[in-house]
């Protein structure tokens, strides 16, 4: 019975797969490319594209954003290095806006930024849920 409320409240597998190939859609794609990073970047760490204009890198994989006190840290580690994130930075790109501007009008995305936003909540809420029925099974079992 747990399972099937755990499947109905998961994220599909499908969105992370569509984020990924949105990605690289982006990236092989010459007019689209140098967006592809900010793309990468709102995906996996669930931050609009304004507040990823200064920030410093962590040894984790997690970020340090101006007047935020703790480290963001990446829903999907693995995917700074799939994007590779750490390579490109946003001082290189030339005006945060108008790099914005183009993944909602000039690409073919399926995807916006709303939607991975809106997607990055959600898995965020997913994994919390099971940490915590995780961490409550485990006590349960230690008692």
Do not use: C
């Amino acid at each position: 019975m747990i399972l099937n409320n755990h499947k109905r409240t998961m994220p599909s597998v499908s969105a992370d797969q569509q984020i990924v190939e949105e990605y690289f859609n982006l990236v092989t794609n010459k007019a689209t490319k140098e967006i592809a990073w900010l793309y990468g970047m709102v995906a996996t760490y669930g931050l609009k594209p304004s507040k990823l204009i200064d920030f410093t890198w962590n040894d984790d994989l997690s970020i340090n954003i101006k007047n935020k006190k703790k480290p963001i840290k990446a829903m999907h580690p693995q995917w700074v290095f799939l994007f590779s994130l750490k390579e490109k930075n946003s001082k290189s790109l030339n005006n945060i806006n108008n790099t914005l501007l183009k993944i909602m009008n000039v690409s073919n995305s399926t995807l916006n930024v709303v939607d991975l936003l809106h997607a990055h909540d959600l898995r965020k809420k997913h994994y919390r849920t099971i940490k915590k029925k995780q961490q409550s099974l485990v006590s349960a079992n230690l008692s």
